[in-house]
Nanobody, 124 residues
Framework: QVQLVESGGGLVQAGGSLRLSCAASGRTFSSYTMGWFRQAPGKEREFVATINWSGRSTSYADSVKGRFTISRDNAKNTQYLQMNSLKPEDTAVYYC?????????????????WGQGTQVTVSS
């Protein structure tokens, strides 16, 4: 079993930055695919970014490419999402997720564990 706890959300003005963290329990963190998804009010949950077990392979949604960076520190059992040049349309609850596949995954159904989410609000 893996437990995921997100932190770092908050209110920021458009053009600002936030860094989300996700702390994971369990001894097998380094073997998991990690990802971030988000859900805005009235919309379906959508893929944001994913990183493979080693951190050498990443993938991003087109809407965040060039602005967001996903990373991980396996020694700390933590993954991160650095969000720059934030836009009001980035406002959502952001969820950390982990999957046993090991390689990058864009489909939410491929993930086994989910955090509770952290709110990100970008004001215009």
């Amino acid at each position: 079993q893996v437990q995921l706890v997100e932190s770092g959300g908050g209110l920021v003005q458009a053009g600002g930055s936030l860094r989300l963290s996700c702390a994971a329990s369990g001894r097998t963190f380094s073997s998991y695919t990690m990802g971030w998804f988000r859900q805005a009010p009235g919309k379906e949950r959508e893929f944001v970014a994913t990183i493979n077990w080693s951190g050498r392979s990443t993938s991003y949604a087109d809407s965040v490419k060039g602005r967001f960076t996903i990373s991980r520190d396996n020694a700390k059992n933590t993954q991160y999402l650095q969000m720059n040049s934030l836009k009001p349309e980035d406002t959502a609850v952001y969820y950390c997720t982990a999957g046993t596949a090991g390689y990058i995954q864009r489909n939410s159904r491929e993930y086994d564990y989910w955090g509770q989410g952290t709110q990100v609000t970008v004001s215009s």
